[in-house]
């Protein structure tokens, strides 16, 4: 198998990486890949996105050959299409071990391959929790059998996500990305300052998710107008920047790699833009649906129920202004699928968490790149530069990269989509942008 995760006498590689192994010597235009013969293509005069546009240029990748809509790569007009960076996703539930009836990591990295992606990084809120070394090998050796493309796991910050004691931090920090207890966040003060020096001390990251549990009451959306009209209980906005203002202090202090998780508030984005300023090691990421969604679109249907909930207009429009000024470093899909029965409560009692890896870059290149709202450049810096850039993932298109139809425009049906989960608020809405190929570590791993 080309990927395969690499062990060191018995241990597991922090990256799980799927790495591509050519043999030492070119033979003409064949190498050799662990085994498959890998071709030399050359696409002349095609579109490439590099360097922040699209311009005509030699593509020239390794990888099977292998065929598009039926036609064999070498003969394939590629004149109308776009090829781009391999996507990374620094947040991703693929709710294996634990949770297969979810997602699978299979179903999970096909969904992600199919839009495009070549990274993902998957969230420790498993069972078993990430949080030693014996756990985590669980999730990799599920990933090295089943994975479609790069997983690269987190560890968990505090032994079973409780928030108690810290997790094996040490001996974690040689096989995952950094540090979360996403899903629940880390409750106390001195544990998250204890969880920053170590994290620093092995120059890994905290990527927190930031909510204070003692200000929810019970809360399950936005505490806005929309809870107000129809008598749904509110979760405060306070919820969510006053652990992020606590956790800026803590990384100011410790100078710990701070990223923060899925922000939806105007406050969590001037908080962040001011530590930045302040010189604070930190990065964050916001989701497709805070950007385009707030509150009054909401449906009590549990395909618009997540973790934090859809915010207001005015935190909207501040998020958008932070991708613009670049307070916001990342988009991520905080893909967290669920069961047709575990959505089907409405807002009041479905589980929160919905889908992403499959209507991420269409959505927002619709809805944001081609009503001029955010650059193209831009979008890529979003969902690959700044994401590669921060959890250090190599960045090679000859051997990790998407094709694009940018003006493909079809239906959003979750009927057709490869991840388990099917709960989307953007089911339904008609978007352009469609992938037909995705190349990771010279092998391909999706095509039409």
Not at 236 to 261: F, M, N, Q
Not at 287 to 299: G, I, T
Request: one cysteine or more; a negative charge.
């Amino acid at each position: 198998m080309i990927f395969k995760a690499i062990r060191d006498i018995g241990k597991i590689l922090y990256s799980v990486a799927f790495r591509t192994a050519f043999c030492l010597a070119e033979m003409g235009k064949i190498f050799f890949c662990k085994g498959e013969a890998a071709m030399k293509h050359i696409i002349q005069n095609a579109n490439v996105f590099k360097d922040g546009k699209i311009s005509k240029q030699d593509f020239v990748f390794f990888s099977e050959d292998f065929s598009l809509f039926g036609i064999p790569v070498s003969e394939f007009n590629f004149e109308k299409y776009v090829f781009f960076p391999g996507f990374v996703d620094a947040h991703v539930h693929l709710r294996e071990p634990g949770f297969f009836y979810k997602e699978t990591i299979a179903t999970g990295t096909a969904a992600a391959a199919r839009m495009g992606y070549t990274d993902v990084f998957s969230m420790p809120n498993l069972s078993p929790v990430p949080d030693c070394v014996g756990n985590l090998k669980v999730e990799l050796d599920l990933i090295e059998k089943n994975a479609k493309i790069r997983v690269h796991p987190y560890g968990s910050i505090t032994k079973g996500e409780e928030g108690a004691v810290l997790a094996d931090l040490s001996g974690l920090s040689e096989y995952v990305a950094g540090f979360s207890d996403d899903g629940k966040g880390v409750q106390n003060e001195e544990l998250m300052r204890s969880a920053m020096h170590k994290a620093k001390a092995h120059g890994k990251p905290i990527v927190a998710h930031c909510e204070d549990t003692s200000l929810l009451f019970g809360g399950y959306i936005h505490d806005g107008e929309y809870a107000k009209l129809h008598g749904h209980r509110g979760i405060s906005s306070e919820s969510e920047w006053k652990p992020i203002e606590r956790d800026l202090r803590l990384a100011k202090e410790t100078g710990c790699k701070y990223h923060v998780c899925h922000i939806s508030t105007k406050e969590s984005v001037a908080l962040i833009r001011r530590a930045k300023a302040e010189g604070v090691d930190v990065t964050c990421e916001t989701a497709p649906h805070y950007l385009l969604l707030c509150d009054m679109d909401l449906k009590d249907d549990g395909r618009y129920k997540m973790n934090p909930p859809l915010r207001s207009e005015e935190d909207r429009s501040a998020l958008l202004e932070g991708l613009r000024d670049g307070t916001i470093d990342m988009i991520a899909t905080d893909h967290a699928p669920h069961t047709a029965d575990e959505k089907a409560g409405g807002l009041a009692h479905s589980l929160m968490g919905v889908v992403g890896l499959e209507t991420a870059f269409p959505i927002l290149y619709t809805k944001l790149v081609k009503t001029g709202l955010l650059s193209l450049h831009r979008l890529v810096e979003l969902m690959h530069d700044a994401p590669a850039k921060r959890f250090g993932i190599r960045s090679d298109m000859q051997e990790n990269f998407c094709v694009y139809d940018l003006e493909s425009e079809y239906i959003l049906h979750t009927d057709s989509f490869l991840s388990k989960g099917k709960s989307t608020p953007f089911a339904e809405e008609k978007v352009f942008g469609n992938c037909i190929l995705t190349v990771c570590g010279g092998k391909v791993v999706w095509s039409k």
